[in-house]
């Protein structure tokens, strides 16, 4: 499984507009694609020396393959929908995580 990151600088004129946009209509546009099985949006605990907010989207995709057809279909697209409204008051980058293994804790 791959995890498709995305790290966002929103500016704080536009903080609660964005905040609000991704929850009720990016993030569901992007699960709505069937490329991934869940996406876990959280905010970075750290002051930005260029102000502003800073989050991160994290989206698991089912595999390769799917986040490839993602790319090829679907990306160009969401990722101007968010260009076009935001602007300059954005700043995204993107990585992509490979799981090696996953552990857990159990307390008895």
Do not use: C
């Amino acid at each position: 499984m791959i995890i498709y990151n995305i790290t966002i600088n929103i500016d704080d004129s536009v903080h609660t507009e964005w905040l609000e946009w991704m929850k009720t209509d990016h993030i569901p546009k992007v699960l709505g694609t069937g490329k991934f099985e869940k996406a876990t949006l959280t905010q970075v605990m750290v002051e930005e020396d260029m102000g502003g907010q800073t989050y991160s989207v994290q989206y698991r995709s089912y595999s390769r393959e799917a986040l490839d057809a993602y790319y090829k279909e679907d990306a160009d697209k969401l990722r101007q929908e968010g260009l076009v409204k935001f602007a300059d008051k954005m700043l995204a980058f993107r990585t992509e995580l490979q799981i090696v293994d996953e552990f857990n804790v159990k307390f008895t």
